[in-house]
């Protein structure tokens, strides 16, 4: 089936930071994504209950 | 990508771009051209631009290239040699009145032209009508519209609810055992913890676990469910709530826990009214079978088990304290346009799912699970959907959660249950499975029972977004594509935008109720309203009626809706 995936920008929050990995939640109860500290681009110290955004699609099984 | 000529036809006043690189003297055709569809796409991202003497399809036709030209290049008088001038020709066809119909009559015919005429011819019975020098219309016998079956659904109104030694229903109180949720954990070994509280309309400001369901309180004290008769508190509503044993909601994603007050919109036909009193029932299950199909399934039984106590003593009450009676019929319009209404309902596994037709009332026991069944579409009359003839088991995200109390009031299976320009031949509830083939498999199913049903136009509505917006598309392409019109309704917005689409979803019907567009967590916020039902039925009237519907916007505008809204009278 042909999709068209769009990415959307989601707003969403920080749940918990350690010293490796980021745990966020999307608006919407749209899931929770962890990422690598790496992947976080930002100008101040991490901490819980910062808001974020992020281009999200639907993850499409190939 | 080029285009077809019936593209090109239709889009005779859009920018002609190329497609392709196409050399000096080429005689542009549909071919050359790119899809009117995503010229906006392109303008957006930077790879055209539109000037402003480009010119239309309908000029460039039948033109011829000047030079070698680029692909992605908006076609101008400047590149074209032998372009038409004439800018919106077909409009102006459509609106040249015919004033001259009737000089091609033979010589000798007399015209008559008369302005106004009123009255009637009155022929007295037996009169031989040969001779006369007019014809006489045959009387027309209108088929009359039958009602095929009768529900009627007492109220009885309840002021106060409280806990004592044994349930009962008198003078307006309602009196809940207080073992009741003690004995309800035997409904399903799953379920290991049950409270019950009673949350009156002035004390809101209470934090809940996850919102599964709410419930109307109804039992059948005559016929099998959409006939007969059918008690039913007003007043209150069941609220279900869970958590697992370590404390996590029950189908977390789709959870909405916090302060009621802050999460409810109350008034929507699937929410607790603002004046309603409300019985909680918050049920703790299995840990990690929150989000399996048995864990949720077991929270409705044992709640249902508390709900039957209190049926009990509804089907007795007595009759002189029925404070309203509302009085449903199945019709068969014969002679009217037959359609159908169809609601998508959630089936991909886990905690989405739905109970289909229950022994009682909005009930679980004696009911169906459409995922059991395989998501295959299930025929209901409009007076079983009204019955409670649907128990949801669902766990989207909760603005767009149809619940159980929704399903029980739902405005749209009113609506055209009573209009009575319509025969409205039944209410279709098919699955959403999770696997495309098996989206497939269904869809078609639908499809042919809309051939079966032989009817002329269809509603199709879903709640959620995302993967189940796939069968969405598919539905409506199964049903448009045997030329029946139909039209969609769902909630998309900003966050669920449609990720599938297909020509015969020309006619949609947004149900978001968000300022922004998103999932805004709050209960029931973006689900159908009689509203929307008036919408959606307006629409396919005015598809059926072959009256064209304006494609589209882009993305979605509220504006569009608060003017589609101002048609609703």
């Known amino acids: ?62 | 990508m080029s285009i077809t000529n019936e593209t090109a036809n239709l889009h005779q006043n859009d920018p002609a771009v190329l497609c392709c690189l196409r050399n000096k003297g080429t005689i542009i055709s549909a071919s050359d051209l790119e899809d009117p569809a995503i010229v906006p796409d392109l303008q957006e991202s930077g790879l055209l631009t539109i000037p402003e003497d480009a010119l239309t399809i309908g000029q460039v036709l039948g033109a011829t290239l000047k030079e070698d030209t680029d692909a992605m290049t908006s076609l101008t008088a400047k590149l074209l040699d032998g372009y038409s001038n004439k800018a919106g020709e077909s409009e102006d066809k459509r609106l040249s009145a015919p004033t001259d119909s009737g000089t091609s009559q033979p010589a000798g015919v007399i015209k008559f032209s008369i302005s106004n005429v009123q009255g009637q011819i009155e022929l007295p019975d037996g009169l031989s009508t040969i001779g006369l020098p007019f014809t006489v219309p045959p009387v027309e016998q209108k088929p009359e519209d039958k009602i095929i079956r009768t529900l009627t659904q007492k109220e009885f109104a309840v002021q106060k609810v409280c806990m004592g030694t044994e349930t009962s229903f008198k003078h307006g109180t309602l009196t809940l055992r207080q073992d009741l949720c003690e004995d309800s954990l035997k409904a399903d070994p799953l379920v290991k913890a049950a409270e019950m509280d009673i949350i009156p309309p002035d004390q809101r400001h209470v934090y809940a676990n996850t919102i599964m369901d709410v419930m109307p309180i109804a039992a059948k004290v005559e016929g099998l469910l959409g006939e007969g008769a059918t008690h039913v508190m007003s007043g209150v509503v069941i609220m279900l709530t869970g958590v697992d044993e370590k404390g996590v909601q029950v189908h977390e994603f789709g959870s909405c826990e916090g302060y009621l007050d802050e999460n409810i919109r109350f008034g929507r036909l699937g929410c607790p009214d603002p004046e309603d009193i409300i019985i909680r029932v918050n049920v703790t299950i299995q840990e990690n079978t929150g989000m399996e199909r048995r864990g949720p399934y077991a929270a409705h039984k044992a709640c249902d088990s508390i709900i039957q106590e209190i049926r009990e003593v509804l089907k007795r009450a007595p009759a002189e304290a029925c404070t309203k009676q509302d009085v449903f019929h199945d019709w068969k319009r014969p002679g009217k346009p037959r359609v159908m209404l169809v609601k998508e309902i959630m089936g991909q596994g886990a905690m989405h799912d739905n109970v289909l037709l229950p022994a009682e009332p909005a009930g679980v026991e004696g009911g169906q699970r459409n995922v059991d069944l395989g998501n295959v579409p299930v025929v209901l009359s409009p007076n079983e959907v009204r019955d409670g003839g649907i128990h949801a088991l669902t766990c989207i995200g909760p603005s767009t959660k149809e619940d159980t109390r929704h399903y029980f009031r739902e405005p749209l299976v009113n609506l055209m249950a009573e209009d009575e320009e319509i025969n409205l031949v039944g209410v279709v509830f098919i699955g959403s499975p999770q696997v495309n083939d098996e989206k497939s498999y269904v869809s078609a199913r639908l499809g042919a029972w809309a051939e079966a049903l032989d009817v002329e136009g269809a509603i199709v509505t879903t709640e959620g977004f995302g993967n189940n917006h796939i069968d969405f598309a598919e539905n409506i392409d199964q049903i448009g594509r045997r030329g029946i019109d139909v039209v969609g309704v769902s909630y998309c917005a900003y966050q669920g935008q449609l990720v599938v689409g297909n020509k015969h979803m020309d006619a949609m019907i947004e149900l978001n109720k968000d300022p922004e567009g998103f999932e805004n967590e709050i209960l029931g916020d973006s689900t159908l309203c009689p509203q929307d039902a008036k919408r959606a039925l307006l629409m396919l009237k005015t598809k059926m009626a072959g009256i064209p519907i304006e494609p589209a916007n882009r993305q979605w505008e509220q504006a569009v809706i608060d003017a589609n809204q101002q048609m609703i009278r």
């Not at chain 1, 980021?22 to 681009?41: A, E, F, N, S």
């Open chain 1, 1 to 62: 089936m042909d999709y068209e995936l769009t990415p959307k920008l989601l707003p969403g929050k920080i749940l918990e930071v350690t010293e490796r990995e980021v745990k966020v939640t999307l608006k919407g109860r749209m899931g929770i994504i962890i990422v690598p500290l790496r992947c976080v681009l930002t100008d101040q110290p991490l901490h819980v209950g910062l808001k974020i955004q992020v281009y999200l699609s639907y993850i499409q099984v190939i």
